[in-house]
């Protein structure tokens, strides 16, 4: 079965930083590339980056761009998400999602997501 | 404010079609494929429909998709009370993706 299970998230002040995670298992994680995807409470969705399968090739939303960091280590099975000069707009519950292809692009689709690590940045 | 328009709110009775719109542009919708996430209270997002009308194993018949020129639909019939939900479709734009707001669908 595949199975997304993110972590790292939690209360955090305006400026700072954190680290999330996302542990795959269930599939060959290398074939695959990999997105983050948040969603503020009570808000739509929205995507925020994405990695290929060799992290060759990367995309940040504007909102978040200079701020973030993706990365993935595939001998571990895991993304991540370096998350600096957090913003009060920054809260959100922070999905990983499996992309259907190994390079991210307009005929692909996320499959499955996890459950979301939740971030909320308040003084 | 979504780059991709969804209402957002739908409603209908048990067995009746509802159908929910997602309006874009020609960035977008216009030049590739659409996918739709069903979000039942309290979970992560599912996907519902992928690649404008394909349905991944297991989602029931009920849900269909199509697009045409830079507007998608998806339509459920045979409306279930578990169908209430939260519905997102979405589409890659200029190396990134993009979602609608979502569309609350609530069964009376």
């Known amino acids: 079965e595949v199975q997304l299970v993110e972590s790292g998230g939690g209360l955090v002040q305006p400026g700072r930083s954190l680290r999330l995670s996302c542990a795959a298992s269930?599939?060959?994680?290398?074939?695959?590339?990999m997105h983050w995807v948040r969603q503020a409470p009570g808000k739509g969705l929205e995507w925020v980056s994405g990695?290929?399968?060799?992290?060759?090739?990367?995309g940040y939303a504007d909102s978040v761009k200079g701020r973030f960091t993706i990365s993935r280590d595939n001998a571990k099975n895991s993304l991540y998400l370096q998350m600096n000069s957090l913003r009060a707009e920054d809260t959100a519950l922070y999905y990983c999602?499996?992309?259907?292809?190994?390079?991210?692009?307009?005929?692909?689709?996320?499959?499955?997501w996890g459950q979301g690590t939740l971030v909320t940045v308040s003084s | 404010q979504s780059v991709l328009t969804q209402p957002p709110s739908a409603s209908g009775t048990p067995g009746q079609r509802v159908t929910i719109s997602c309006s874009g542009s020609?960035?977008?919708?216009?030049?590739?494929?659409v996918n739709w996430y069903q979000q039942l209270p309290g979970t992560a997002p599912k996907l519902l429909i992928y690649?404008?009308?394909q349905r991944p194993s297991g989602v029931p018949d009920r849900f269909s998709g199509s697009k045409s020129g830079t507007s998608a639909s998806l339509a459920i019939s045979g409306l279930q009370s578990e169908d209430e939900a939260d519905y997102y479709c979405?589409?890659?734009?200029?190396?990134?993706?993009?979602f609608g707001g979502g569309t609350k669908l609530t069964v009376l």
């Open positions: 990695i290929s399968w060799n992290s060759g090739s990367i």
């Open positions: 999602a499996k992309d259907s292809l190994a390079v991210a692009g307009p005929y692909n689709w996320f499959d499955p």
């Open positions: 979405a589409a890659w734009d200029d190396s990134r993706w993009v």
């Open positions: 690649s404008n009308n």
């Open positions: 020609s960035s977008n919708i216009g030049s590739n494929t």
């Open positions: 269930g599939f060959t994680f290398d074939d695959y590339a």
